[in-house]
């Protein structure tokens, strides 16, 4: 019963986090300014770490963890490279 629910749980985070970047894959494409599409990038770099954490949950191996770090880490550095970038064109 309790692994039971535990996956029908996941299950429904792996929905909900589906639905969230279908709306920050609209934000990507019909951004109104750079900004609002650099923030939907770094949200979906979010959204694909939760998939990766919830699919370790499901198949019980930790070692996916280290690659939500990575993609962490990478995100974190391709966000602050864009800013700066965009801070020196302006």
């Keep these: 019963m309790e692994l ?3 996956h029908i749980s996941i ?3 792996f929905g909900l986090l589906l639905l969230a970047f279908v ?3 609209l934000r990507l ?3 109104p300014s750079s900004s609002d599409q650099i923030v939907a990038l770094d ?3 979010s959204i694909v770490m939760g998939f990766i ?3 370790s949950l499901l198949v019980d191996r ?3 963890f280290d690659i939500a770090i990575i993609i962490a880490m990478i995100s974190f550095l391709g966000t602050i490279a864009i800013s700066i970038y ?3 064109k302006s």
């Design 4 to 6: 039971a629910f535990l």
């Design 11 to 13: 299950f429904i985070a």
């Design 23 to 25: 709306f920050a894959l």
């Design 29 to 31: 494409f019909r951004g």
């Design 43 to 45: 949200l979906i770099a």
């Design 53 to 55: 954490l919830l699919y």
């Design 62 to 64: 930790e070692i996916y």
């Design 86 to 88: 965009l801070k020196q």
